[in-house]
């Protein structure tokens, strides 16, 4: 059983639109959520954080929406550039510090 | 500032072959520190997670173990690989307590089982 869901394997969005990327999570013990993006051949790097007490995030370009009683969450990057091309995972916490991670979406941003 | 190393960076072994990847974390103490796997197109699945010497849960059932002798040095080891041991290994350690904080993962290593 999966918890965390990234439905949507790729994404191609052209450079200065809007990228939006999903996950959704069945466990309503995650109470802390996660972007990592992630280059070929390279370990992630954090991105982005969200608490769920709060229901949005902003930093930057990147912005992390959370809907709780949906338990989904999206990414949102605003301008896209060519740059940001590479797979996105969302995590989601509990209060045990361990992360379960969705399989994650890859972007691609078109010159 | 910290940093975590893994090595080796590639690795191909025989089935049947033993296993041991290294991971080092700099500049920090007492951290989380988490083994992960990357099966070529999916997301990242845990393997082993440590929040102190000696203290080591697993979270997959497999041939694979975990080690911690010091406190910033966590080991992943094999007595004899399978050839669905193949994939994308990542070491990542987080401040301990480890909640609420993003985790840094290292380079990964790449290992081919043939």
């Known amino acids: ?111 | 500032s910290q940093t975590i190393h893994q090595w080796p960076a590639t690795l191909v072994q025989p089935v049947g072959s033993p296993l041991s990847l290294e991971c080092t974390v700099e500049g920090t103490s007492n951290p989380n520190l988490y083994w992960y796997r990357q099966a070529a197109g999916r997301g990242l699945q845990l393997l082993f997670y440590s929040i102190g010497i000696d203290q080591i849960s697993s979270e997959v059932p497999q041939n694979l173990s975990a080690s911690r002798p010091q406190d910033r040095q966590f080991i992943l080891s094999s007595k004899k690989l399978l050839l669905s041991d193949s994939g994308f290994y990542l070491c990542a350690w987080r401040d301990n307590p480890g909640q609420y904080n993003e985790q840094f993962f290292g380079p990964g290593t790449r290992l081919t089982v043939l």
Not at chain 1, 21 to 26: E, M, Q, V, W
Not at chain 1, 38 to 57: M, Q, R, V, W
Not at chain 1, 74 to 87: E, Y
């Open chain 1, 1 to 111: 059983d999966q918890q965390v869901k990234q439905n949507s394997p790729s994404l191609s969005v052209q450079e200065g639109r809007i990228s939006i990327l999903n996950c959704d999570y069945t466990n309503s013990m995650f109470d802390y959520f996660l972007w990592y993006k992630k280059y070929p051949a390279e370990g992630p790097t954090f991105l982005i954080s969200i608490s769920s007490i709060k229901d949005k995030n902003e930093d930057g370009r990147f912005t992390v929406f959370l809907n709780k009683s949906a338990k989904h969450l999206s990414l949102h990057i605003v301008p896209s550039q060519p740059g940001d091309s590479a797979v996105y995972f969302c995590a989601a916490d509990t209060n045990a510090g361990k992360s379960t991670f969705g399989d994650g979406t890859t972007l691609t941003v078109k010159p």
